[in-house]
């Protein structure tokens, strides 16, 4: 009985040791972020006001606004969603539902999983190769927009195959067994319930999208546009090259300190605006679509 408590007390201590460390672990995050997104505050603040947002750049950018890389940095991350979401969507579903296990089908999913970890740089380099060159698009949106696409591509189609993959398999069965096709019982069953989870994907991959800078800067950005781009081939100024611009380019760098924090708070602001957009359609589809 002496040993039998003892080792309940034993395991009672590590236990709390253990959620003490977790629970501290996961406070330190919390803090460095919060650290982060004062600091970013604290410096940007005083800089954003409607004309900031609302002008174009002046004066070698030390006065004006970002408006123009506002827009182009939404332009870039709602085009790369409109190429990924369906390539990555239709590649989980394959590889989900229809493909055979076999070492095909693992050499694909370790490339996917390969993918993601590729530099943006290298990214970068393949769409200024292929997509402004080979194909003779040229510094554009669309360029930049089919670059970031691909970048993106692994991030979306992990998520939404481990979200097929979730979906109970009586599903799956039920459906098979009233007589629908494996297409019908993908198509009306199992996608409806995966897909707040496959969304989960598509957010994480346009937050990926707006903060991206080296892609972005060797294939669709240019550092001033005097108009916002009318047409797919045209360049596009964008916030993160925008950022880039006036911390190493400028011929006053000192003088655009808070331009560079004020834009960066602004960027951080788009994209946690976008996320927290994606979050709620995701929600109603999962109130809408509960089990």
Same mark, same amino acid.
């Given at each position: ?135 003779? !698009? /040229?510094? #554009? @949106?669309?360029?930049?927009? $089919?670059? +970031? %696409? &691909?970048?993106?591509?692994?991030? =979306?189609?992990? *998520? ?100 560079? !924090? /004020?834009? #960066? @708070?602004?960027?951080?602001? $788009?994209? +946690? %605006? &976008?996320?927290?957009?994606?979050? =709620?359609?995701? *929600? ?8």
């Amino acid at each position: 009985m002496f040993l039998t408590g003892y080792g309940k007390a034993a395991r009672k201590r590590r236990d709390r040791l253990a959620t003490v460390v977790i629970a501290s672990l996961a406070g330190f995050v919390l803090l460095v972020l919060a650290s982060l997104m004062t600091y970013i505050f604290v410096q940007g603040v005083s800089a954003v006001s409607w004309e900031f947002l609302s002008e174009f750049p002046r004066h070698a950018m030390t006065e004006g606004g970002i408006f123009p890389a506002i827009v182009g940095t939404v332009y870039l991350a709602v085009g790369s969603m409109c190429i990924s979401i369906p390539l990555g969507f239709g590649a989980a579903i394959y590889l989900a539902e229809y493909a055979k296990p076999g070492a095909l089908v693992s050499a694909v999913r370790l490339g996917v999983a390969n993918l993601a970890g590729v530099p943006s740089v290298v990214f970068g380099l393949f769409g200024l190769s292929l997509f402004v060159t080979t194909f003779g !698009f /040229g510094r #554009s @949106l669309l360029s930049g927009c $089919l670059t +970031l %696409g &691909l970048l993106t591509l692994p991030t =979306v189609t992990a *998520a939404a195959e481990e979200a097929i993959r979730q979906t109970p398999a009586s599903f799956r069965e039920a459906a098979l067994a009233l007589g629908a096709s494996r297409w019908q019982a993908v198509r009306q069953v199992i996608l409806p319930a995966a897909l707040p989870g496959m969304l989960t994907g598509g957010i994480l991959a346009l937050g990926r999208a707006a903060g991206e800078t080296a892609p972005i800067s060797l294939t669709s950005a240019t550092a001033y546009s005097p108009a916002l781009p009318d047409s797919p081939f045209n360049e596009a100024m964008a916030l993160t090259t925008h950022i880039y611009n006036l911390a190493t380019n400028g011929s006053d760098i000192a003088a655009t300190r808070p331009q560079q !924090f /004020g834009t #960066s @708070l602004v960027l951080v602001t $788009l994209v +946690l %605006g &976008l996320s927290l957009f994606a979050l =709620v359609i995701r *929600a109603r589809l999962r109130r809408s679509r509960r089990w």
